[in-house]
């Protein structure tokens, strides 16, 4: 290749890399109304379950709930070793 080739850009490589480029926007584009449609429907999902919610206040009001012990310990003690990671 000669200094005055090295000049020049490579048209064939620019083409390449302006369909990579066109492709890559597409793909992008898709990604982004997949993300705001997922948003969307999240949204429309309540933050707290209120029938459960409503099922623990009547367990706990009639006497007639119970825990795993050993659930609840394990969760404990995953939130405390999480905190003391984090």
Do not use: C, F, N
């Amino acid at each position: 290749m000669s200094s005055s080739d090295k000049s020049k850009p490579d048209t064939s490589q620019t083409a390449a890399q302006g369909a990579v480029s066109t492709a890559d926007k597409v793909e992008l584009s898709s990604w982004k109304d997949e993300v705001a449609s997922a948003k969307e429907r999240t949204k429309a999902i309540p933050e707290v379950d209120e029938d459960k919610v409503a099922r623990v206040k009547q367990a706990l009001d009639s006497g007639t709930y119970t825990a795993d012990s050993k659930k609840v310990a394990r969760s404990i003690l995953k939130d405390h070793l999480l905190d003391e990671i984090v």
